[in-house]
């Protein structure tokens, strides 16, 4: 099995997609990730056991076009992704306006601005 993560680009992601699907690969999962100061977006795709992920690192507040056009059911893993952590996808083939996923919290994998301070507390007396 090979495995290759490629950069990719919101405004790409689409005609990526309709590739992937041309080749006769699946979707296998779309995931989000935060990381140092944005989010990594992951489109993974398959075919004989041979995977492929194109991400794409983004900040916080980007549009995305959904790949909905290729794969009917990335609505899934779109809507998920908006109410986790707040994306919002363009033409989705099923939107569930922010009620996909119901939480107390709105976004609550979204990173914490500012982030928050741990102070480290020491028992009296000791060195």
Known sequence: MTMQIIPASPAGIEKIAADMKAEGRRLVVITCTAAAEEYDITYSFDKENDLVHYRLTVP??????????SYGGAFVYENE???LYGFTFT???????GTF???????????EKPAPTV?????EGAS
């Not at 916080?60 to 056009?69: H, R």
């Not at 996923?101 to 990173?111: D, G, L, S």
């Not at 102070?119 to 028992?123: A, E, H, I, W």
């Open 60 to 69: 916080e507040g980007t549009v995305i076009p959904s790949i909905g056009a």
């Open 81 to 83: 992704i908006h109410d």
């Open 91 to 97: 033409g989705m083939t099923l939107d569930f306006g």
């Open 101 to 111: 996923i119901r939480t107390k919290i709105q976004y609550p994998f979204k990173k």
């Open 119 to 123: 102070t480290k507390v020491t028992k």
